[in-house]
């Protein structure tokens, strides 16, 4: 079945410090992949819609210098979380599809602490 | 926009059958699916349902109404592993819209 690996798994770090999380489908092409933010106990909220080869649709209230998002290749996108805060500290979890009508593929999600 | 509704929480016991529904307001609309997701982990995909009518995948099934914008996910045979939280998500408009979750605890 389709594969999707998402690196690092957990990291921690420091106020002010940028972060970037990997997300790789390894065993298909996506041409789209989403990056959804979740709190403990809460639902996944989309932060953006990433397409190989142009800039990333953000969802309403996120901020687009903040959440950088980069999809280079039909199997890469990264999320940098820039200058983060202890606010930001959140489970990152990436997804992605084959096709507009197949269903999503989740990478095992990033545990961010931001301290 | 989008929007689901689902309960917050169903509790059952070993072996019961346990029905989670969802309803859902789109503009645009591919399909339904359904997730499972563990403490601590990320969701998993469990079932999908673009067309009307029931589908079944070992002990879960899922069915869809698209004209009652409705569908829900049957589990049949409950086992301890299935305690989890359960997201209905719509896709449409080139994304996915989740729930909010149901929180399903299985009691022996």
């Known amino acids: 079945g389709a594969v999707v690996s998402q690196h690092p798994s957990r990291v921690i770090c420091k106020s002010g410090t940028s972060v970037k999380i990997e997300c790789r489908s390894l065993?298909?092409?996506?041409?789209?992949m989403f990056w959804y933010r979740q709190f403990p106990k809460q639902s996944l909220m989309l932060m953006a819609t990433?397409?190989?080869?142009?800039?990333?649709?953000?969802e309403q209230g996120v901020e687009k210098d903040k959440f950088l998002i980069n999809h280079a290749s039909l199997t890469l996108s990264t999320l940098t979380v820039t200058s983060a805060h202890p606010e930001d500290s959140s489970f990152y979890i990436c997804?992605?599809?084959?096709?507009?009508?197949?269903?999503?593929?989740f990478g095992n999600g990033t545990r961010l602490t931001v301290t | 926009g989008q929007s689901l509704e689902q309960p917050s929480e169903v509790t059952a016991v070993e072996g019961a059958i346990v029905q989670i529904n969802c309803t859902y307001q789109?503009?645009?609309?591919?399909?339904l699916s359904w997730y499972q997701q563990h403490d601590g982990g990320a969701p998993t995909f469990l079932s999908y349902?673009?067309?009307?009518g029931l589908e079944e995948t070992g002990r879960f099934s899922s069915f869809l109404s698209r004209s009652d914008s409705y569908g829900y996910l049957l589990l049949q045979e409950l086992q301890m592993k299935d305690s989890a939280s359960y997201f209905c998500?719509?896709?449409?408009?080139?994304?996915?819209?989740f729930g909010d979750g149901t929180t399903l605890t299985v009691k022996p």
């Open positions: 998500a719509v896709d449409g408009a080139g994304k996915s819209t």
């Open positions: 789109t503009s645009g609309f591919y399909g």
């Open positions: 349902n673009a067309l009307d």
């Open positions: 065993d298909f092409q996506a041409t789209t």
């Open positions: 997804s992605a599809r084959e096709e507009v009508d197949s269903p999503l593929h």
């Open positions: 990433s397409n190989e080869g142009s800039k990333a649709t953000y």
